[in-house]
């Protein structure tokens, strides 16, 4: 990002400097569940595309629109995002889209934040793994 420690804006300014695509996905990097959603989060941008949409961007099962993750056409992005980016909140920028949102599990959501977090996520991926519904984990 630039500035360093400018926040998610101003690291998703600076990497749209070098993307050539059309879409671009944004994910956090503390929230490894996220797989398990992310092709439904690509067909909804796509789908919603066809008729006019920017993309697509996560709901909470509570309806919490979420931040991240998103899909997002690429010229949309950068059409708003704000001349000041540093400190700049990406749930604002996003939500001048219209981007269709799409339920993901509210474990497919959980941050790791802490040592506590990253034991929870460590614990659950032991118990899921070897269950088909999770493409994220290989079988034993």
């Given at each position: ?26 994910a956090a990097g503390d929230s ?8 439904g989060l690509l067909d909804a ?64 959501l959980q941050d790791v934040d ?27």
């Amino acid at each position: 990002e630039s500035p360093v420690g400018g926040g998610p804006v101003s690291a998703v300014t600076e990497a749209l400097r070098h993307v050539t695509t059309d879409w671009v996905a944004i994910a956090a990097g503390d929230s490894p569940g996220i797989a398990p959603g992310v092709q439904g989060l690509l067909d909804a941008a796509g789908l919603h595309a066809q008729t006019g949409g920017a993309g697509a961007r996560a709901l909470s099962p509570n309806g919490h629109l979420q931040t991240m993750p998103c899909c997002v056409r690429s010229r949309e992005l950068i059409r708003v995002l704000p001349d000041t980016v540093d400190g700049a909140a990406l749930w604002r920028v996003l939500d001048k889209l219209d981007l269709v949102p799409v339920v993901f599990a509210a474990e497919h959501l959980q941050d790791v934040d802490t040592p506590a977090d990253l034991d929870r996520v460590r614990q659950q991926l032991a118990s899921d793994h070897g269950r088909s519904d999770r493409p994220d984990v290989p079988p034993r």
